[in-house]
Nanobody
Framework: VQLVESGGGLVQAGGSLTLSCVPS?????????ICWFRQTPRTDREGVAC????????DYVDSVKGRFTISHDNAKHTVYLQMNNLKPEDTATYFC???????????????WGQGTQVTVSS
């Protein structure tokens, strides 16, 4: 039971990337919230964006509002994170996580992926 992320890469500042998150061994129906977190070697895991699997409610951390969009394609069983106008400070390993409560606390999430690296050059 795990999540599988993809879509990371190297992009110049101002560019865009779309990350994908797919469940393996379970379905998103089993969890109420799917969130994207990010982490660097110097920082704790930070919540970036969350989406409710039932009602589609979304929330973002202030630093990405207006630039990132989280979405859920039920037919493809995939959660996306569209990232536009990327900045060097967005450089991090991005993880998706499944949980039962919408919170920015990483400890509340039960299932994680292995992460995908996003690097934004200046």
């Amino acid at each position: 039971v795990q999540l599988v992320e993809s879509g990371g890469g190297l992009v110049q500042a101002g560019g865009s990337l779309t990350l994908s998150c797919v469940p393996s061994g379970f379905t998103f129906d089993d969890y109420f919230v799917i969130c994207w977190f990010r982490q660097t070697p110097r920082t704790d895991r930070e919540g970036v964006a969350c989406i409710g699997t039932d009602d589609g409610y979304v929330d973002y951390v202030d630093s990405v509002k207006g630039r990132f969009t989280i979405s859920h394609d039920n037919a493809k069983h995939t959660v996306y994170l569209q990232m536009n106008n990327l900045k060097p400070e967005d450089t991090a390993t991005y993880f998706c996580a499944a949980g039962l409560v919408l919170t920015w606390s990483a400890a509340a999430f039960d299932i994680w992926g292995q992460g995908t690296q996003v690097t934004v050059s200046s």
